[in-house]
């Protein structure tokens, strides 16, 4: 019968992030820096409101887009740590995760045979909706500037069916961050095409240097540009799967449609903590990017010592360094370094054919396996 399914389901495949990280789950005394999990706990506060939410029976069905209080909490958390302004009655969806968000949204705007723009190296999560939807993927190349999106390649790759641009700041899995005067550059070509941006944003609470900008700010862009967020990576809620959209009317109220077949609602418990994690811990992400930076300052300095090219990160919380120098492609790479030292990363070729040559390390561990992870990546690299 399987000659019967979807092949469109068929033809995508897991990702590379998690296959790898499955097979380094086989060596029990191996230090995993492969999945984008945080390793703080979800603040105390937090943790019981979801807690008083379950004691109170806030068990039932919300609204489809979410808590109204929820919604008009994350307006006013955009408004103030970002300028952006968005109605919370008719703006805002509440997802289950950035991930359900990503998939509203393509879904939404996405046809047959229409082209989406997404720089490579990206996290492996787009292409597969883009796929299921019919759409096809059309990749910029930006290993060599740095893996930022430029005005000129979105230029140069514009055609007649481009439908969507995605555009991911701070990155996964670079950790570069496009800039103000970037994303400016970048409205500019599209103002004038009837082309919409998904603008991922996830990750907009741990930046290191400067503001966090959105091209959603930027003149004659928020009617096109759908802004993606949540709560995993800013409140340490991987689990608690609250993501969010943030688009102009037109597009809420289609893509609400689609979230409420997918799923209803994202879960009531969730919402409640989630409406504390907005209000009262508005900041609750400041001490963990303050400790991340440490350790990225920590990371970027060992690899550099061992000979490694590397673009320091200015977000999130992943490197992702060149190994063209060493003459193994990055599955090879990984997988030896994983057999003989013990050490997992995920190989670069997971994040499109443009990562190949490069390898993904994620710095959510603590200071002591870092530590401990750099002194077994020295020792195998002076094994090379």
């Known amino acids: 019968m399987e000659h019967l399914l979807n092949q469109r389901v068929r033809d995508i495949q897991m990702s590379g992030i998690r296959k790898f990280a499955m097979i380094a789950a086989e060596y029990p005394d191996a230090i995993s820096l492969t999945l984008g999990q945080p ?11 979801g807690q008083t939410a379950i004691a109170n029976n806030r068990t039932s069905y919300t609204p489809n887009a979410g808590l109204p209080e929820l919604r008009a909490a994350a307006s006013a958390f955009l408004s103030a740590k970002y300028g952006l302004s968005y109605s919370p009655d008719t703006e805002i969806i509440v997802t289950n995760g950035a991930s359900e968000a990503l998939d509203i949204a393509l879904r939404t705007i996405l046809t047959e045979g229409v082209e989406v723009l997404l720089p490579g190296p990206i996290y492996p999560g787009y292409e597969p ?48 961050v496009q800039d103000a005067d970037s994303l400016q550059a970048i409205a500019e070509v599209l103002r004038d095409r009837d082309v919409f941006v998904i603008s991922d944003e996830i990750y907009s ?19 096109k540009t759908i802004v993606i967020n949540g709560l995993s990576k800013s409140h ?23 979230h409420q077949y997918n799923a209803a609602c994202a879960s009531s418990i969730s919402q409640y903590a989630a409406l504390e994690a907005l209000t009262a811990g508005i900041d609750d992400a400041a001490p963990m990017r303050e400790e991340y930076r440490q350790r990225r300052d920590y990371v970027c300095a060992r690899l550099l010592a ?8 200015s977000g999130a919380f992943y490197l992702f360094p060149s190994i063209r120098k060493f003459g193994l492609s990055s599955f090879d790479f990984a997988t030896r370094l994983l057999e003989q030292a013990r050490v997992a990363v995920v190989p670069g070729v997971a994040f499109s054919p443009l990562g190949e040559g490069f390898i993904r ?24």
Request: hydrophobic share 40%; net charge negative.
């Open 205 to 223: 609470e741990l930046l290191y240097e400067g503001t966090h900008a959105s091209i959603a700010a930027q003149p004659a862009m928020r009617e």
């Open 361 to 384: 390390i994620s710095y959510a561990s603590s200071m002591e396996q870092l530590q401990e992870a750099m002194d077994r990546l020295e020792t195998f690299m002076k094994s090379l």
């Open 236 to 258: 340490s809620m991987t689990g608690w799967r609250i993501g969010l959209t943030f688009a102009p009317a037109y597009l809420t109220k289609q893509m609400v449609k689609v």
């Open 306 to 313: 061992m000979g490694f090219d590397l673009v320091k990160p």
């Open 39 to 49: 390793d703080f706990p979800t603040p105390e506060h937090i943790k019981t409101a």
């Open 129 to 176: 909706l883009i796929s299921l939807c019919g759409a096809v993927p059309v990749y910029l190349d930006t290993t060599e500037t740095e893996f930022r999106v430029t005005a000129e390649m979105v230029q140069r790759a514009l055609t007649d069916k481009t439908r969507c641009l995605i555009l991911p700041t701070p990155s996964n899995p670079t950790g570069v």
